[in-house]
């Protein structure tokens, strides 16, 4: 069984502010990370699938790193914005093909 | 394209009824996952199920049973219900690595 760690589990910056997120998971029997923005009652949204060690995927403001050989993922937003506020999920992808989701970390951006 | 379909997308029941939510993944998606979001609180994994099989559990409650039907439907079951489980109830469907799809979510209020 995969194991996902976020951290931290919850996270309030101002805004204008850059933070960064960690998911840590097992380095062995990876296939794919996969990042999420959650905002409350909304369907998630998919941000990033990563596969291979050094990737970094950009969106907008929105960028991430991937190093499977230690086993963790940044997320990093700059400059946050209010409507940036949400729980970012994590979710890996073993030899088993089934995505294991981490607990989430819950941003919130005070204007 | 087709995306996951929830139904009902909303649901009243008194205390103490029984709901029964269900989901219709994605055609060819093999893995259904069942989320739960309270009110004002972070999205939680309940169950998840892979080519009818449970595959993973989270915080579901011994009320709550669920299971994956042969044409791969999902039909999450909830009895002697209690007005804690107003909530927002999303299930999502993947095949393999390619990304988890959300459905639009059931809401249950419970009087």
Known sequence: ?111 | AAGVIQSPRHLIKEKRETATLKCYPIPRHDTVYWYQQGPGQDPQFLISFYEKMQSDKGSIPDRFSAQQFSDYHSELNMSSLELGDSALYFCASSSGLAGLYFGPGTRLTVT
């Open chain 1, 1 to 111: 069984i995969l194991n996902v760690e976020q951290s931290p589990q919850s996270l309030h910056v101002q805004e204008g502010d850059s933070t960064n997120f960690t998911c840590s998971f097992p380095s062995s029997n990876f296939y794919a990370l996969h990042w999420y923005r959650w905002e409350t009652a909304k369907s998630p949204e998919a941000l990033f699938v990563m596969t291979l060690n050094g990737d970094e995927k950009k969106k907008g403001r929105i960028s991430a790193t991937l190093n499977t050989k230690e086993g963790y993922s940044y997320l990093y937003i700059k400059g946050s914005q209010p409507e940036d506020s949400a729980t970012y999920l994590c979710a890996i992808g073993g030899s088993n093909y089934k995505l294991t989701f981490g607990k989430g970390t819950l941003l919130t951006v005070n204007p």
